[in-house]
């Protein structure tokens, strides 16, 4: 699993935590991929970490939690896809594996396409979906019976619409394609380099294309569209304190030691525990995080993250709120006009 990008699409928010920590409905998108590699079955999980080791470390610690055995593999500088599998090597043996992209977020899990793997052992297989902005992923050429002809990253000419997915299924025959790259013209070592390698080769390349729901989560607009995601699935829990002022209505999560205090929450939204709401309104597809405050304010449609305080705001919404920010109304601000005016002068002034 990969855990090493700097995350420069969700700045500020990654300039002091990391991209795959960023919660949606709660949890860290990387515990997403996590419990689903754990579900296909997969008890061995390398984490390739680079700067943002320490916290990646301290949330998942040793794996138990996830029912699997995690070791730490340093990258020292974010070098491609390729350049993790090479410092992988040694972890990987001659081992089948999965790669996984630790800030991808995959509905329906990797059960599936593991077993067509297992059961068929193409040296390479592939996820692919349309996308409108192929440019700016990894895109796949596909002849007319389907097959796996061409592959290149970010292509300023895109010869198709299938981006690659961030899971990828290797045979060790991988290992020789990575050992034979120089890096791109993004300096890196570029998986699909690797694959194209491998085609060239005769080794077999499989994909399918997934109907289901994939998204990168490297922008504020894909985190904001995943947490609506996962939200529309949550069920009610209360476990916190709501006082018979506050009204919840529509699935809604408050989980324990959460206070809701004369306000009124709109689902599907979850409010984490410690967190205090008063005199607010908590509108759709919102996650409150632990420990934050809600404070006579609005707000919709928004991921706000521990410990954050929200007080006397009108209105927010579509937003990525960080750790332990304080959002406070502006000062009102005298208004007046200064005015000289002649003789017979006639002035409108807009209020």
Same mark, same amino acid.
């Given at each position: 699993m990969l855990a090493g990008g700097s995350g420069t699409r969700l700045r500020p928010i990654t300039h002091t935590s990391a991209k795959q920590l960023v919660p949606v409905a709660n949890k860290p998108v990387l515990f997403y991929g996590l419990e689903a590699i754990a579900a296909a079955g997969v008890r061995e999980i390398g984490i390739v970490v680079g700067s943002t080791h320490a916290e990646i470390e301290a949330a998942v610690g040793d794996g138990s939690r996830f029912g699997v055995e995690v070791t730490y593999l340093r990258q020292e500088a974010p070098l491609g896809l390729a350049h993790a599998v090479l410092i992988a090597r040694e972890f990987l043996g001659e081992d089948d594996f999965v790669m996984y992209l630790g800030d991808n977020f995959i509905v329906g899990g990797i059960n599936g396409v593991i077993e067509r793997f297992v059961r068929d052992r193409p040296a390479a297989q592939i996820m692919l979906t349309q996308v409108a902005n192929p440019s700016q992923f990894g895109v796949a050429e596909l002849d007319g019976d389907g097959r796996v002809v061409a592959l290149e990253e970010k292509p300023r000419r895109p010869k198709s619409d299938l981006a690659l997915v961030g899971v990828y299924l290797f045979t060790s025959a991988? #290992?020789?394609? /990575?050992?034979?790259?120089? !890096? +791109?013209?993004?300096?890196?070592?570029?998986?699909?380099?690797a694959i194209q390698w491998l085609i060239d080769h005769d080794h077999r390349v499989e994909s399918s294309v997934i109907s289901g729901y994939w998204k990168d989560t490297g922008n504020v607009a894909d985190m904001l569209?995943?947490?609506?995601?996962?939200?529309?699935?949550?069920?009610?829990?209360?476990?916190?304190?709501?006082?018979?002022?506050s009204e919840l209505i529509g699935r809604v999560v408050v989980e324990p030691g959460a206070v809701i205090e004369r306000s009124r929450i709109v689902g599907p939204a979850i409010v984490g525990g410690g967190a205090r709401i008063q005199d607010s309104y908590v509108g759709p597809f919102t996650s409150i995080a632990a420990d934050c405050v809600v404070a006579g304010s609005e707000i919709e449609y928004s991921i706000v993250l521990p410990r954050a305080s929200i007080t006397g705001v009108r209105r927010i919404e579509s937003?990525?709120?960080? #750790?332990?920010? /304080?959002?406070?109304?502006? !000062? +009102?601000?005298?208004?007046?006009?200064?005015?000289?005016?002649?003789?017979?002068?006639?002035?409108?002034?807009?209020?």
């Open positions: 991988v #290992h020789e394609a /990575v050992g034979e790259l120089k !890096p +791109s013209w993004r300096h890196e070592l570029e998986i699909t380099d569209e995943v947490n609506r995601l996962v939200l529309e699935s949550v069920e009610t829990r209360i476990e916190g304190s709501v006082d018979a002022a937003s990525l709120i960080g #750790h332990d920010v /304080v959002v406070t109304p502006a !000062p +009102s601000m005298p208004r007046a006009h200064r005015l000289v005016l002649g003789d017979h002068s006639q002035v409108q002034i807009s209020s």
